[in-house]
């Protein structure tokens, strides 16, 4: 009976044609710029599950057709004229700019091996790519590794590091270079001393994730199959290998996991598995990645096993556990699991048992929600989210009986992130909020003291209004009441007459944790109000949260945004016709819903590389390990989800729409570019021009990792400046100087 309906579900394709009287040619025109009108319909229609969906775009995923090729350079180029007649749009970003130029040294991604030697990515300011520079010690003098502008000097085309993975002993690093944001690129790995090149450059690389042996030996790492860029778009990132390069025998093509490669743990096809040596043993450990699930695997086994593609894997643990965070060190495994705790609990497994049911509970589930955990030599430190604020726990390690917790006085509030090794004693400390600029300390356990750290001189930003950040509870659908965080300026008049951003995401179980953003500050200090909706599929609220907002009941995440957006609106925030809507990727869903299903309540909408045909998601590069999250065709109940959470199915002829700008990097391997072309020729053919639909589209960019400042702060002017046009800001108007 199941393989009937299986088969039932694919059983009729036909592909239609619509009279060429049905489809308007003519070029809509806006702000004096002709955009191209959608190509002519080529509809294809598909019986799923005995329902009939049509996909009059199903074309416009071939994106090499010349006619379509041709087609995207016109949009693009229509959008970008537009922008530039915006007589605002300069003004936004000089902003920006200025905000970049007086705001200092960014560092990001701070490592530091055993051997005390710190690795960090620093862009001054004014530059356009961060770089790769590293220090003796934390007050050592600072030398340039890697700066990737050279080598966007010499191609032409941007390139931006990745990742980095310096060995222990701090003589080697690998780093990852990609161009033109593409997630795929190179490996490097040179010595550090001397710049040079160890092994030549090894390609096929997405997410390295690299791991090195404890006597810098060699290195573990992932790796996309030979032929990869041939293979059907379902297939591209499936079995992706882990390899392990010996420095002493060089060989980058030696594999030793792929999926496939051990049948009998029975692990899908986009399943990824990342080996590494555990410490204190003779043993590999592997923690296995399924797509964009968030519960985790473990499994175990000797090391000299794995090396030679032999290995007998113990499973330590497997995803009915609910984990979701593994951290290693003193001779134990720590897990944050979701097990029967849905704010999370801490477990603590001892090497080389490694047994479940002897797990000891270190941290109970309570009343904030477990965030991550990083281990350090002499204790492991939690962070625990206690509203819209973050607190800090330290759970010495020593201690054979039952350690006390400690929570520490942090040095401000704010969202915290931890950077900790088991090789130092120091946890180096980051905190942030809406209004607060980040700051890093050093937190030590002798001496019980935050103290400063400054990687680059520090620099305040400059304020030029007093902003504020106001934390909500809105009342959703069906009664629950969803957070919502409200950045302004403190003198603003709830008169409903305010320009205000919606932005959600709501997938993953991620939450936007607070930061201060120079965009939002650019928004908000020039009258605007940024809404921050924390909605069902993400992780406020615990993992619930996030399975409240997952597969079948997907559409909480939408249905949220627009309880927020009736919030706003009825609180004298702002009224529809000043009123915005922002999210990007899977936040495409967010957005995409919420103006197909109450175009009433919206002046405008940018998705930015956003999901919007669900129906057909898991057709793109990407697709197939987003299964977990947005469920399948395959499945009855999972198809009719899909399809009520798909904008694109949702559009319906003759309705006026939010005008719509969709942004996406042409080089985006996660959400393909297509899902951007389909939705916008839907949604403009819908139309028929009465609004703008705008595709500004990025050939330099993918899917936003390895942007140059330049690009983020065009982007963000190119946003702001659309949505104040469209909310009818007088500055912004074509012609208006």
């Given at each position: ?21 049905a489809?308007t040619t003519?070029?809509?025109r806006?702000?004096g710029?002709?955009?191209p009108a959608p190509?002519p319909?080529?509809n294809?229609q598909?019986?799923?599950?005995g329902?009939t ?7 416009l995923?071939?994106?090499?057709d010349?006619?379509?090729?041709n087609?995207m ?11 530039k ?10 902003s920006?700019?200025?905000?970049d130029l007086?705001?200092?040294a ?5 490592q530091r091996?055993?051997?005390?030697r710190w690795f960090y990515l ?9 770089k ?9 003098e600072e ?15 941007p390139?931006a ?6 060995s222990?002993?701090g003589?080697?690093?690998a780093y990852g270079?990609?161009a ?6 190179s490996?490097?790995v ?5 710049g ?10 997405r997410f390295?994730?690299a791991s090195w042996?404890?006597?810098?030996s060699g290195l ?8 990869f860029?041939s293979?059907?778009?379902t ?17 980058p ?11 009998q743990?029975?692990?899908?096809s986009?399943?990824t598995?990342?080996?590494a ?18 519960r985790?695997?473990m ?17 330590v643990?497997?995803?009915?556990t609910?984990?979701r965070?593994v951290?290693v060190g003193?001779?134990f495994?720590?897990?944050?699991s ?11 497994l ?5 047994d479940?049911?002897?797990a000891?509970?270190l941290?109970?589930?309570s009343e ?9 030599q ?6 625990r ?5 973050t607190s ?6 020593s ?5 006390a ?6 040095p401000?509030d704010g ?8 090789d ?15 700051r ?7 001496s019980?003291?935050?103290v400063r750290l ?9 304020q ?16 629950v009441k969803?957070p919502?965080?409200?950045i ?5 008049v ?9 932005y959600?995401?709501?997938a993953y179980?991620?939450t936007?944790e607070?930061g ?10 020039r ?8 909605v069902?599929g993400g992780g406020?609220?615990?993992?619930q ?5 997952h ?7 939408w249905k949220?945004?627009i309880?927020?957006a009736?919030w ?11 009123l915005g809507i922002y ?7 967010f957005?995409?819903?919420?103006i ?6 919206f002046?405008?909408?940018?998705p930015?590389?956003p ?5 057909r998601?898991e057709?793109?590069?990407n697709g ?5 999250e947005?469920g399948?065709?395959?499945?009855e ?5 899909l399809?009520?959470?798909s904008s694109?199915?949702s559009?319906k ?7 719509t ?9 996660r959400v393909?570019?297509w899902q951007?072309l ?13 609004q703008?639909?705008l595709?500004?589209?990025?050939y ?5 990792s390895?942007?140059?400042?330049d690009q983020?702060m ?6 702001q ?6 909310m009818?800001e ?6 208006v100087?």
């Open positions: 009976m199941r393989k009937y309906s299986m088969l039932a579900c694919f059983l009729s394709v036909a592909f239609l044609a619509l009279p060429t009287n489809q003519s070029p809509f806006f702000a710029v002709d955009v190509l319909v080529q294809v598909d019986v799923y599950w329902k969906v049509d996909d009059p775009y199903r074309f995923e071939q994106v090499k010349p006619s379509v090729v087609w350079r016109g949009q693009a180029d229509a959008t970008d004229a537009i922008l007649r915006l007589p605002g749009r300069q003004t936004v970003f000089n920006l700019k200025e905000k007086v705001a200092g960014v560092v990001s991604s701070i091996t055993a051997g005390n620093k862009r001054l300011q004014g530059q356009s790519q961060a790769l520079v590293w220090r003796d010690s934390v007050n050592g030398k340039l590794l890697v700066d990737p502008e050279v080598l966007t000097k010499e191609k032409g085309k390139y590091i990745q990742s980095f993975h310096p222990p002993d003589k080697l690093i270079m990609h033109s944001g593409s997630e795929i690129g490996m490097f040179i010595d550090v001393a001397t040079k090149l160890v092994v030549p450059p090894i390609d096929r690389v390295a994730g042996r404890e006597n810098s573990f790492f992932s790796r996309l199959r030979p032929g860029e293979m059907k778009s297939e591209r990132f499936a079995d992706t290998g882990r390899y392990y390069l010996d420095l002493k025998q060089p060989n093509d030696h594999l030793i996991f792929n999926a496939s490669m051990y049948p743990l029975r692990l899908p986009f399943a598995g990342a080996i040596e555990l410490p204190g043993s003779d043993m590999a450990a592997m923690v296995v990645y399924f797509g964009v699930d968030r985790l695997a499994y175990v086994a000797k090391l000299e096993d794995v090396l030679v593609q032999k290995a007998q894997w113990r499973e643990f497997n995803q009915s609910d984990v965070e951290d003193h001779g495994v720590y897990l944050r979701a097990f029967n705790a849905p704010r999370f609990k801490i477990l603590k001892k090497v080389p048992e490694l479940l049911s002897a000891e509970t941290l109970p589930e904030g929600v477990l965030r991550a955990m990083s281990v350090t002499g204790a492991l430190y939690v962070t989210r206690e509203g819209v604020n800090l726990l330290r759970i010495p390690t201690s054979s009986s039952s350690p917790v400690q929570k520490l006085n942090l401000l969202n915290v992130t931890l950077v900790g090794s088991p130092h004693s120091e946890l180096v400390v980051a905190i942030s909020s809406w209004t607060q600029a980040l890093r300390y050093v937190y030590s356990a002798d019980a003291q935050f400054n990687l680059a001189p520090p620099v305040e930003p400059v030029k209004v007093e902003i504020v950040a106001r934390e909500v509870m809105v009342p959703s659908h069906d009664g969803v919502v965080s409200i302004m300026r403190s003198d603003v709830l008169n409903g007459q305010n320009p205000t951003i919606l959600g995401y709501g179980g991620t936007e607070p201060r953003s120079s965009g939002v500050i650019t928004w908000v200090e009258g605007g109000i940024y809404a921050f909706a924390h069902r406020a609220l615990g993992s949260w996030h399975e409240a907002g597969k079948t009941t997907k559409y909480n995440t949220d945004g309880a927020a009736e706003l609106i009825a609180n004298g925030y702002t009224r529809a016709t000043k999210g990007g990727s899977a936040g495409g869903i957005v995409g819903r919420a197909t299903e109450r175009p009433d309540l002046a405008v909408a940018v930015s590389v999901v919007l045909d669900m129906v998601s057709q793109r590069a197939v390990a987003n299964i977990p947005y399948t065709v395959k499945v109940a999972e198809f009719h989800a399809l009520r959470n694109y199915h559009v002829n003759s309705v006026r729409y939010p005008a700008m969709l942004m996406h990097g042409v080089n985006d391997s393909d570019v951007s389909k939705f916008a020729s839907r949604l403009a053919d819908a139309q028929k021009g009465a703008p639909v595709l500004r589209l990025d330099e960019a993918g899917h936003g390895g942007s140059s400042s983020g065009q982007r963000t002017a190119d946003l400046a659309f949505m104040l046009w469209q009818g007088a500055e912004f108007q074509p012609g100087k």
